[in-house]
């Protein structure tokens, strides 16, 4: 038998739990200052963050950058403060997800999700969990991190979750969390 689950910091799920909405984020919602143009910046399909071309190799920078993300009602990405907005690029989903803590099975199990920029966020209702189909075939999960904003679950991540799906069987796979199943299919069956 083996003991509870624990994130790639040791930290067990109970643990993560309580970390779940600890982080005071800016109230960027609150905030609708003037358009002041371009960012320079973009998003990669892979997480990264650039600014005038170049990688922005500081995580604490891409971490407070991601802060003050938010995404418009057209589904665009500004970069916003309580005095300017800017536009900000991003190729997918500005966040992708790097790990997934679990603990329990079938309709008791909850999954949290630790992503680039270290944003914790359990699935369920408040933050589901989806599977698009991409162009190749490939299934594209994402995971609702907040206000609008996904993140991409890396292949290995999602590896993991299909295994364990696949071990419990159900019909079709997937994984409940949250008190929500989710199927590991799309809308068109795929």
């Known amino acids: ?21 600890k982080g005071s984020l800016p109230p960027v919602h609150l905030w609708h ?26 995580a604490p920078l891409v971490r407070l950058f991601s802060t ?14 309580p005095v300017e907005k800017l536009d900000i690029i991003v190729e ?10 679990t ?3 079938g309709r008791d199990r909850r999954l949290i999700f630790r992503t680039n920029v270290d944003d914790l966020v359990e699935a369920g209702p408040a933050h589901p969990l989806r599977i698009e189909t991409a162009p190749d075939g490939t299934p594209r999960p994402y995971v609702h ?7 991409l679950v890396n292949r290995p991540v999602f590896y993991q979750l299909a295994d364990l799906a696949l ?24």
């Open 33 to 58: 200052p003037t358009h002041c143009g371009d960012s320079e910046m973009r998003i990669a399909r892979d997480g990264t963050w650039f600014h005038q071309g170049s990688p922005i190799g500081r």
């Open 1 to 21: 038998m083996t003991g509870p689950s624990r994130d790639s910091a040791g930290r067990s799920l109970a643990e993560l739990a309580a970390l779940l909405g």
């Open 145 to 151: 991190v907040r206000a609008g904003l996904e993140a």
């Open 92 to 101: 997918d989903a500005p966040f992708i997800a790097v790990e997934v803590t």
């Open 167 to 190: 071990a419990e069987g159900g019909t079709p796979p997937g994984l409940w969390s949250g008190g929500l199943f989710f199927p590991f299919m799309d809308g068109t069956g795929a």
């Open 103 to 105: 603990e329990g099975e």
């Open 68 to 81: 003050i993300l938010r995404r418009e009602k057209d589904g665009s990405f500004v970069l916003v403060t």
